[in-house]
């Protein structure tokens, strides 16, 4: 008997089924190991309820927003690059606290940084870099934090978008970029003096 035709169906009429028997051991096994991947693997909503489940840190996010300048930072973010401070540079963590504090009784960064010890203004900087980079550490122990969130991509938010990231739906980059605001760069009377004075030398 042809292996091809071992598991062969055919219907009473024009359907016509036919599947070896190498074929339907290879679908066997694709779909127990599918099914235990989706039994081991933690799903996208265990994920975001890890995420969810890192305490906040209301005295780090407020040392943030002070040395940030940015009273709208995300409170999810805060506590999980306050957690991985703790994990992976806890002598940074332990400045946060003190840092707090100071920032308090000195609203101005200026001021800050001044009445800061030399490890109090590590840990500064260290936050701010976290904070624009999205990312605690370096190398292959850093932790990333965010990414589309990261506040080095909010000057540029009007019109750029981090790359991987689509703008809009399928295939948005057909569409004309967004327009400039042309009334900042408009030609004021003296910009016109000066072209003129240029057009007769």
Known sequence: MDQASDLAFEGAGEISISMTRRAFAIG??????????????PSQADGAADALAVPEDPVFLSLSQAITGHPDLDSVIAARTAQAFRQL???????????????????????????ATPAQREGALAVVAAWYTGTVGTGVTAQAIAYADALMNRPVADALFPPTYQLGGPAWWTAAPPPVDARSHAATPDDAQQTAGKSHV
Do not use: I, K, N
Not at 28 to 37: D, E, G, K
Not at 89 to 112: N, S
């Open 28 to 41: 066997t096994a694709v779909s127990l190991m599918l099914a235990a991947c989706h039994g081991a693997a």
């Open 89 to 115: 540079f806890p002598e940074v963590a332990a400045t946060f606290a003190p840092l707090a504090a100071l920032a308090r009784q000195h609203p101005d960064l200026t001021a800050l940084l001044d009445a």
